[in-house]
C-alpha cells in the first residue's frame, strides 16, 4: 500500500464511519479495487484508522465524555458495548472470512439500503429526545442491534440508529448515541486489532506488524490523522441530513452503491 492509497482509505473511512452504509464495505471495495485486500497490514490499517474517527466524535462532543459528573452515561455506554464485546470474539475468525469476499457485502448493502427507505415510517412516533432519557434497558438492547454489524456490509452506525429508534428514541437523539457507543465499541475493536489479534499470513500480532517498518508507521499516522479530520466533517452534515431528510437518501445511496459494486466485482471474479 503506497501513501495516496493509504489516503483515500482513510478519506472513506472519515466519510463512512458514522454514516449508514458501511465504512467496512466500503474501505474492502476501495483496498479490492487496488488490488491490496489480502494484505496484512491493509487488514490492520482498516481497523487501527478507526482510531482517527474515535477523536472525532470525542473532540465534537467532548462536553458529554468529560462531564464525570453525569455517571450514567458512562454506565449506559459500559452496558451498551457488552454484547458487541462478547459476541465479537465468538464470531472473529467467520467475520474475518467474509471479510474477503465483496459479493455478499455488496448484496448485504442492498438489503440494507431497502431497509432505510422504510425506517422512518416505521419508527414515527419517538419518545425519548435527549441521551440523558435514555435507560439502561434501551441501552442494552441498541447494543444488541449494533451486533447485527458484524456482517459485514450491514453498517455499525445503521444498525444502532435503526435500534435506537425502535427503542423510541428520534432520529437525531438515536444518531447522536450511536456516536457515542461507537468510541467504546471501536476502542474495543482497534485495541484487540493491534494488540491480541494474530494475523493469518505473517502471524504476527497488529504490534508487532506495524512496528516492523518505519513506512507502516508513517501510514498509520497518516490514516488517523486524516479519517480524524474527514470524520468530524461527515458527523456534523450526516446531523443536518437526517434532520431534514431521514434516512431515504442513504437508502438509495446503499442500493445504488450496492448494485454498481455487485456488477462489477461478479464481472471481475
Known amino acids: ?85 462478547v459476541l465479537g470474539k465468538i464470531f472473529d475468525d467467520k467475520i474475518d472470512a467474509l471479510l474477503g469476499n465483496p459479493i455478499p457485502i455488496a448484496i448485504v448493502l442492498i438489503v440494507g439500503g431497502v431497509i432505510l427507505l422504510f425506517v422512518d415510517n416505521r419508527f414515527n412516533h419517538p419518545t425519548v429526545a435527549a441521551e440523558e432519557d435514555i435507560s439502561i434497558k434501551k441501552a442494552v438492547a441498541i447494543g444488541f442491534w449494533q451486533c447485527l454489524a458484524m456482517m459485514p456490509g450491514t453498517s455499525r452506525s445503521a444498525a444502532s440508529i435503526i435500534g435506537g429508534m425502535q427503542q423510541g428514541l428520534t432520529r437525531e437523539t438515536a444518531a447522536e448515541f450511536s456516536f457515542f457507543l461507537a468510541v467504546p465499541t471501536m476502542l474495543a475493536v482497534t485495541t484487540y486489532s493491534l494488540f491480541l489479534k494474530t494475523y493469518e499470513v505473517t502471524q504476527l500480532k497488529g504490534y508487532e506488524l506495524l512496528t516492523q517498518s518505519s513506512e507502516y508507521m508513517k501510514l498509520f499516522f497518516i490514516g488517523n490523522i486524516v479519517a480524524f479530520v474527514v470524520a468530524v466533517l461527515a458527523i456534523k452534515f450526516f446531523i443536518g441530513i437526517i434532520k431534514k431528510y431521514g434516512f431515504k437518501p442513504w437508502g438509495y445511496y446503499r442500493i445504488v452503491a450496492g448494485v454498481l459494486l455487485l456488477t462489477y466485482f461478479s464481472l471481475n471474479k
Not at 458501511?22 to 478507526?50: E, P, R
Open 1 to 85: 500500500m503506497d501513501y495516496i492509497q493509504a489516503i483515500i482509505i482513510a478519506i472513506v473511512e472519515g466519510l463512512t464511519e458514522y454514516l449508514p452504509i458501511s465504512s467496512t464495505a466500503h474501505m474492502i471495495f476501495t483496498s479490492s479495487y487496488f488490488g491490496i485486500q489480502n494484505d496484512d497490514f491493509v487488514k490492520l490499517f482498516q481497523v487501527a484508522i478507526q482510531f482517527g474517527a474515535i477523536l472525532a466524535v470525542v473532540v465534537l462532543y467532548w462536553k458529554k465524555f468529560f462531564d464525570f459528573r453525569k455517571i450514567n452515561f458512562y454506565i449506559k455506554l459500559i452496558c451498551a458495548v457488552i454484547p458487541a464485546l
